[in-house]
């Protein structure tokens, strides 16, 4: 099994920056991928970025294309998300995923299999 824990999130006002972490641990030799989602409140989880764990490609969602950054540090199985320019609609609980799995689509909650227990980011008007 891997197991992931969210770090940094917090409160931030418009247009500020804020960055995200996950460290995972456990079974990270076998992990094919690994992604961000968010969870506002009363609303279903969705996709934000993920890459390929051996490759450099990373998939962003169109609503953070180009402010959001995915990225990681393979020497301390960490992965980070920056966020910048910031809006209040970014508020959000976000949680870090792992899948172990090359059967899956990048945007979908059902293809990751394991989930930190999530960070709240809360982005003020």
């Known amino acids: 099994q891997v197991q992931l824990v969210e770090s940094g999130g917090g409160l931030v006002q418009a247009g500020g920056s804020l960055s995200v972490s996950c460290a995972a641990s456990?079974?990270?030799?076998?992990?094919?991928?690994m992604g961000w989602f968010r969870q506002a409140a009363g609303k279903e989880r969705e996709f934000v970025a993920a890459?390929?764990?051996?490759?450099?490609?990373?998939y962003y969602s169109d609503s953070v294309k180009g402010r959001f950054t995915i990225s990681r540090d393979n020497a301390k199985n960490t992965v980070y998300l920056q966020m910048n320019s910031l809006k209040p609609e970014d508020t959000a609980v976000y949680y870090c995923?792992?899948?172990?799995?090359?059967?899956?689509?990048?945007?979908?909650?059902?293809?990751?299999?394991?989930w930190g227990q999530g960070t709240q980011v809360t982005v003020s008007s």
């Open positions: 456990g079974r990270t030799a076998s992990t094919y991928g």
């Open positions: 995923a792992a899948t172990e799995s090359s059967v899956m689509i990048w945007s979908s909650a059902a293809s990751y299999a394991y």
């Open positions: 890459f390929k764990w051996s490759g450099a490609r990373t």
